[in-house]
Every structure is written in C-alpha cells, then in structure tokens.
C-alpha cells in the first residue's frame, strides 16, 4: 500500500514539476542561460590563470638556462686553473639547477597540454552558448505566438468579447430611425388633421354619412320593405 502510495505521489509531482517547467520555460532557460555564461567566464579566468603560470615557468626557466650557462663557463675556468674544490661546488650547483630546470619544463609541458584541453572546452562551450541564445529568442518569440493564439481562441470561441459584440451591433443596428420615426408621427398627425375636418364637414351636412345614426339604419330597413 505505501508503496502504491509512494508511486502516486511521485507521479503527480513529476507531473507538477512538468507543468511549472512548462509555465516558466522561458524563465528558466534565461536562468540556465545565465549559469552557464557565469561558468564560461570562470572558465576563461581559470585559462589566463594557466597561461600566466606556464609564462612564468618559462621565464624561470630561460633564467635557469642563463644560469647554467653562465656557471658552467666558470666551472670550466676553475677546472683549467687546477681549482678542482670550486669546478665540484660549481658542478653540484649546476646539477641542481638543471633538476630544477626539468621539473619546470615537466610542468610547462603538463600546463600547455592543460591549456590546449581547456581551450578547446571554452570554444565548445561559447558555440553552444552562442546556439542557447539564439534558442531562447526563437523560444520567446514561439511562447509570444502561443499566448496570442491563446487570446484569439478565448476571444472566437463560445461566448465571448467578439459576441458580445455582435449582440451590441445587431441592437444598434435593429434601432428605429429617430428621422424615420419623426416623419411617420407626422403624417399620423396630418392624417388626424384631415379626419378632424371630414367629420366636421359631415356633420355639417356636407358629403356622405361614414358612421351608421339610427335614422340611416331606418331607411335602410324601409327601402328593404
């Protein structure tokens, strides 16, 4: 059982995990970014470390060269003037000196070999941050595309802005002329005006009778008869 339950809550916080890198990818490739430009500066201090260092080493080393030379001319005077005591400090002066001189030019060769690795590693490494970059600006620009997609597909799907604007337009264009509307109650009231004056007319006697009166009802009936 617990390990059911260990198996399901490691599913949903892969899938957590996922959502959140999903959420903010173009965060953490910036972050990702950012990590590896810092540990390709490291990475070029660390080489002017190195090659400052093998500079060094070669410059003690020409010394030693010049010191060697110069002891050995001497040793060689001391020896000719039968001064076997100073020729042997001489020699053992030099034999140090050119043990020294190996161990410096083990470690240039050592350095060098370090350097050469290094700077290949550097070169590889400002490529793919060259390809990381430009990466992220098509990342920006697609995560750009998508968010606009998104708001189209909210906006024309279901209801929406774009229906409600639809039912704002028919309203306003299913309104009544106002001008329309004016002209219409005119010839209302014009035609109330006429009919005022026919009834008038009529009732003055004048013209034919528009409404039954009993008296018309009478000698309908009588004419019937």
Do not use: C, W
Request: no cysteine.
């Amino acid at each position: 059982m617990f390990s059911t339950l260990k198996t399901l809550m490691d599913g949903a916080n892969a899938r957590a995990d996922d959502r959140l890198k999903d959420v903010y990818a173009i965060e953490l490739i910036e972050q990702r970014i950012r990590e590896a430009d810092t540990n390709l500066s490291a990475a070029k201090v660390t080489l002017a470390s190195l090659i400052q260092r093998k500079r060094s080493e070669e410059k003690l080393v020409a010394t030693l060269d010049g010191r060697i030379k110069d002891l050995t001319t001497r040793a060689s005077e001391a020896l000719a003037s039968k001064r076997n005591d100073l020729a042997e400090q001489a020699a053992q002066a030099i034999a140090d000196m050119e043990n020294e001189r190996d161990l410096r030019r083990n470690t240039i060769d050592a350095l060098e070999t370090r350097i050469s690795q290094l700077q290949l590693s550097i070169e590889a490494a400002h490529r793919r941050l060259v390809d990381l970059r430009q990466g992220a600006i098509t990342a920006r620009a697609v995560r750009r595309e998508q968010k606009t997609q998104a708001r189209l597909n909210k906006t024309f799907a279901g209801t929406s802005a774009a229906d409600e604007a639809e039912t704002l337009i028919r309203r306003v264009v299913d309104q009544s002329d106002p001008f329309e509307q004016s002209q219409i109650l005119g010839e209302i009231e014009r035609g109330l005006a006429g009919k005022d004056i026919a009834q008038t007319l009529e009732a003055e006697g004048f013209g034919s009778s528009t409404k039954s009166t009993a008296g018309s009802v009478l000698d309908r009936l009588k004419s019937n008869d």
